[in-house]
C-alpha cells in the first residue's frame, strides 16, 4: 500500500534579501558578522519548522485556489524561515577566484551610468512609463524538472525559495504556465524554436535535428539575437548536438549536465554551483554597452537517473528540512494508481518504475523530496545572487530576469514519477517574469491566463525589439501585463498537447487543456480521458471510465448525452488544434 498523508513542519513566505545599494566594504563587514554569527546560532540551535497543516496546502488544485484568490501574504515570517532564507542566501561558494568581489574595470564601467538608470527605475515606480527607448537585456533563469508546486509563491508552505518569491513579488506570476511537450529535450528545442514539437521534430537528444536544418536554426532564438547585436552566453544543460558552427549562436558557453557533481582543472563542485560561478563570471566580464542575453540552464532538480541516490544536493544544504516530514499529495495512495489505465500500470512504465524507486517505503519517499527541496532551495539561492548582481551593477531595471522549467514533475501523483503526460502534476511549470516595462498596477500580480513554452522565444524577442518570426508559433506575454484588456479579449482559452512515444515505457499522449475540462487521448490504445477540472481538480475522476464509486459523484453533474457532446466537440477540436500544431499555424 502506498504511504498516507502526513502533517509536516513549515509555514510563512520567504523573506527578500532586499537592495544591495550600499558601499561595497561596509556590505562585506556586515555579511562576514552575518556569517560569523549565524554559525555560532545554528551550531548550537537545530531548525524547528512551526506545525501546519496537511499537504493540502501545497498540492496543485489548493495551490491554485490560493494564488487565484490572491493568496495570504505572511509579512512577519516564523523565525525558522527567516533564519533559512539568510542561511541559503549567504552560502559561501568557496574560495573560487570567479567570486572574488573585487569590482574590476567593467563593474566600475557599468556602475558609472548608476545615476540615470536610478532615474529611470524611479519613473517606473511611479507608474509614469511602461516602455523603454531601447531594447532590454535578458536573464533566463532555466530549471530543469521543477513541479508548479515547488515554489513557495505558489501556495507551497513547506519548501523555502525566498529569492524566487521576492522574485515574484517584484514581478508578474503566471499560475497556469504550461509545457507543449512535457520532457527535456522536447521542450528545451521548443524554447529555442518557439514551436511545437510536431513542427521542430526534434524529438530526441541527439538524433532528430530538424532544428538545425536548412534555415532552421538562424531563424531560432539565440542566432536572431546574435544577429540584431546581443552579446549570449549560456551555460549548463544544453541536451542537444552542438548548433551549428557556421550560424553565430553564442559568444560564450558551456554545456553540462547528467551528474550533480562536477570536475573542473581538478577542482569538484556542485553542478549549481558552477551554474552561479558561469553565471557571474559572464555578468562581470560582458561588454559594456551592449546588449546581452544570459542563459543560466540548471541540471538541478533533475535526478541522476541510474544513480542510487537520485538526488544529490550541496553538503552546505543538508541541515535544510532536516527536522521537515515531507507529506504526500493527495492522489498518492494505491486506489489512484490503479484508476489509471491499465496500460498505464504495467511494470515496464518509465513514470511507475520510478516512482517505485524513488518513493517507497516512507523513508525513500522522505529521504527523495528533502533532496529534491534542498536542491530546488539551492537553486533559489543562486537565482536571488544572479538578480543582486544585476542591481549592483545597475542593470536590473534595464533587464528582463524569467524564471521558469522544462517541464513539471510528479512526485507520487497517481503513483507516478516524472513527466511525459498530461496530468497537471506534469505539464504545469512554474514561470515568472521581472520586467522594467511592467507597470506598477501589474507589478506582484498574477496572471490565470494560459501561458506555454512556445511564448518563450517571441517574448524574449520583442523584448530585444526583434520581430517575431512567422515561423515562431507562440505569443508575446508581456501583452499580459502590458495590455490586460486586449489580452484578456483575445488570448488563448485552450491549448493541445502532444507527446509521442513507445507503446509500453512512454505510451504517446495527446490532450486538448481548457480551464474547466481536460480529454486526454492515448492514441496508440483507442483510450480518451474527460476530466471535469472545476468539479475534479485532482483528475481522480474520469468521465469516460466505466461508473464506479470512483466516478460516481463527479459524473452526476453531467448526463450520458452531455457527456458525449462534450467528449466529441472536444476530439474535433483536439484533431484541429494538432493539425495547426504540425503545419506551423499560430496558438
Request: proline share 5%.
Amino acid at each position: 500500500m502506498a504511504p498516507q498523508s502526513r502533517k509536516s513542519g513549515g509555514s510563512g513566505s520567504g523573506i527578500t534579501n532586499g537592495s544591495h545599494a550600499m558601499n561595497r566594504n561596509v556590505l562585506g563587514f556586515i555579511m562576514a558578522c552575518a556569517a560569523m554569527i549565524g554559525m555560532t546560532m545554528f551550531k548550537a540551535t537545530p531548525l524547528i519548522l512551526n506545525s501546519a497543516g496537511p499537504l493540502d496546502m501545497m498540492d496543485m488544485p489548493s495551490a491554485m485556489s490560493n494564488i487565484n484568490n490572491g493568496g495570504a501574504e505572511n509579512e512577519n515570517p516564523p523565525r525558522a524561515k527567516r533564519e533559512t532564507a539568510t542561511r541559503i542566501t549567504q552560502r559561501n561558494l568557496g574560495d573560487d577566484e570567479n567570486h572574488d568581489d573585487d569590482e574590476n574595470d567593467t563593474a566600475k564601467k557599468i556602475h558609472a551610468t548608476t545615476q540615470q538608470q536610478q532615474r529611470q527605475q524611479q519613473q517606473h515606480d511611479d507608474g509614469s512609463t511602461t516602455t523603454r527607448s531601447k531594447p532590454l537585456n535578458i536573464v533566463l533563469l532555466y530549471a530543469d524538472d521543477w513541479s508548479f508546486t515547488s515554489l513557495g509563491a505558489s501556495g507551497n508552505e513547506y519548501i523555502q525559495t525566498p529569492q524566487l518569491d521576492r522574485m515574484a513579488k517584484n514581478g508578474m506570476l503566471f499560475t497556469h504556465n504550461c509545457v507543449t511537450t512535457s520532457i527535456c529535450m522536447v521542450s528545451r528545442a521548443t524554447l529555442y524554436t518557439g514551436q511545437y514539437a510536431s513542427r521542430h521534430n526534434t524529438w530526441k537528444s541527439y538524433q532528430n535535428l530538424t532544428m538545425f536544418e536548412g534555415d532552421n536554426w538562424e531563424h531560432s532564438l539565440y542566432p536572431l539575437l546574435k544577429k540584431a547585436g546581443y552579446h549570449t552566453g549560456f551555460f549548463g544543460k544544453w541536451h542537444h548536438h552542438d548548433p551549428p558552427k557556421h550560424i553565430p549562436t553564442f559568444d560564450k558557453r558551456l554545456f553540462y549536465q547528467t551528474a550533480h557533481y562536477k570536475e573542473r582543472n581538478g577542482v569538484v563542485k556542485h553542478i549549481t554551483e558552477w551554474n552561479e560561478i558561469d553565471g557571474m563570471n559572464y555578468l562581470r566580464s560582458r561588454p559594456v554597452g551592449q546588449p546581452f542575453m544570459l542563459t543560466i540552464s540548471f541540471f538541478a532538480t533533475h535526478a541522476e537517473d541510474g544513480g542510487p541516490e537520485q538526488y544529490r544536493p550541496m553538503n552546505s544544504s543538508m541541515w535544510m528540512y532536516a527536522n521537515t516530514e515531507v507529506p504526500h499529495p493527495k492522489t498518492f495512495t494505491d486506489e489512484h494508481f490503479q484508476a489509471l489505465p491499465p496500460f498505464l500500470q504495467k511494470s515496464a512504465n518509465y513514470g511507475r518504475g520510478r516512482s517505485l524507486k524513488r518513493y517507497y517505503p516512507e523513508e525513500k519517499y522522505q529521504h527523495m523530496m528533502k533532496n529534491t527541496y534542498r536542491m530546488a532551495s539551492e537553486v533559489d539561492a543562486t537565482c536571488g545572487r544572479i538578480i543582486d548582481e544585476l542591481e549592483r551593477q545597475g542593470i536590473l531595471n534595464e533587464t528582463m530576469v524569467i524564471f521558469t522549467t522544462d517541464n513539471g514533475n510528479f512526485h507520487g501523483q497517481h503513483g507516478l514519477a516524472e513527466k511525459w503526460y498530461s496530468f497537471q502534476e506534469s505539464l504545469m511549470v512554474p514561470l515568472v517574469i521581472q520586467d522594467p516595462r511592467m507597470p506598477a498596477t501589474a507589478t506582484g500580480t498574477k496572471t490565470s491566463e494560459f501561458s506555454l513554452n512556445i511564448d518563450l522565444a517571441p517574448t524574449i524577442l520583442r523584448a530585444a525589439q526583434i520581430d517575431i518570426p512567422q515561423r515562431m508559433q507562440g505569443r508575446d506575454m508581456a501583452q499580459l501585463y502590458l495590455d490586460p484588456t486586449e489580452a484578456e479579449r483575445t488570448w488563448r482559452k485552450e491549448f493541445f498537447y502532444e507527446w509521442f512515444g513507445p507503446h509500453d515505457h512512454l505510451p504517446s499522449n495527446l490532450a486538448l487543456v481548457r480551464k474547466d475540462k481536460k480529454l486526454m487521448s492515448w492514441p496508440q490504445y483507442d483510450v480518451y480521458q474527460l476530466f471535469d477540472l472545476e468539479a475534479d481538480p485532482y483528475e481522480e475522476a474520469d468521465l469516460l471510465a466505466k461508473k464506479d464509486e470512483t466516478t460516481a459523484a463527479a459524473a452526476r453533474a453531467l448526463t450520458q448525452e452531455e457527456t458525449e457532446r462534450i467528449t466529441n466537440e472536444m476530439k474535433s477540436r483536439m484533431a484541429e488544434l494538432a493539425a495547426a500544431a504540425k503545419a506551423g499555424a499560430k496558438l
